[in-house]
């Protein structure tokens, strides 16, 4: 007869030592068999996690035990939080110099300079991107005075607006080059309107050429509908690749819009807004639309009234910010979870102990392929 226990036993001890050397929130060991390896597929999912009491201030002291993730139905073991004191924020701000911008131009430079300034720590960066005919990276990873005087120096132009390209192009530029393990966000100042960016512009010839085979069998009424329908396609389809770009780099997105009420005067503005929105609230954002107060009145002055009016509010809506940011927490798992690359998975955060806080996370993530 064949003893086998003396083995079992030697497996059973090797592989209780390979666990005792883990550390806690590190995928699971490779398990070596016969000179085959079987890796054990895990996925690393990172939730930015805001909690507010409720006066909107930061709560403070939370612990794993505090958090519950689900995927779906099923839910998944932290393995790690960090708190917003204990890890670098890296900022970019996203500053609409187009045309369609707000003339209040030079105000929200000064307060988004003073929120800069009252926000960073010395372990924090800020990154400042232009939107414009294209998206342009004016400074690189930099700290808060350097990013103030940046800001103070833009300069406002009269041209087209690539929103989907920047909000892109910042996204990617955090994921390459925020340290591990920070907090990445995005602040973007401008009305949300894009008519310039790669997929609207071919898109937009897409439809006109599919136009121009049609043009003679459609009445104006079924033209205005046909435009309406193809061009919101677009919107929406660059809209979808947009946000798999936030969410690929765990990035919050925040949006301050100075267009106010005034954006429902047209579709294109009202899309706008629903492009931003739709940012913020699936990767745990909030999108600010002001009640902003005409500057350009007759009166001089109604107009400096109005204007210190529209300061006031501004510098609210980025004291919020900053108390979103302070309340911000670092919540990390290994998903359990099967998916097919891309897929979206969705999400639900929130807080157990019958704890009544008010928690913004992300919706959902993309599925992406582990570096």
Known sequence: ?????????????????????????TPPPLVVEDNEVLKIDSRLVVVPVAVVDGNGQPVPGLTMEDFIIKEGSRIQQITEVSA???VPLEIAVLFDISGSTDPMFKFEQETAAKFLQEVMRPIDRATIFTIGEEPNLVQNRNVAFESIATIKGLQPTKGHTAFFDTVSAAAVYLRLNAPPKSRKVIITISDGEDNTSDGIRQGNLKIYAELDRQKNTLTTAKLRD????????VRLAEQRRTLQKLQDADTVFYSIN?????????KISVAGQDNMEKFAVDTGGMAFLPKF?????KSSYESNANLQANTTTLELIFRQLANELQAQYLVQYYSDGDYQLNEYVNLDVTLGGGKTHRVRARQGYFVKEQQ
């Open 1 to 25: 007869m064949i003893r086998v226990f003396p083995i079992v036993s030697i497996v059973l001890i090797s592989v209780l030592a390979a666990m005792a050397q883990n550390p806690v929130g």
């Open 84 to 86: 917003a004191e204990k």
């Open 226 to 233: 046909f435009l309406s329908e193809r061009r919101n396609a």
């Open 258 to 266: 100075p267009a106010g009420s005034s954006y429902k005067l047209n």
């Open 293 to 297: 107060l005409p500057i350009d009145l």
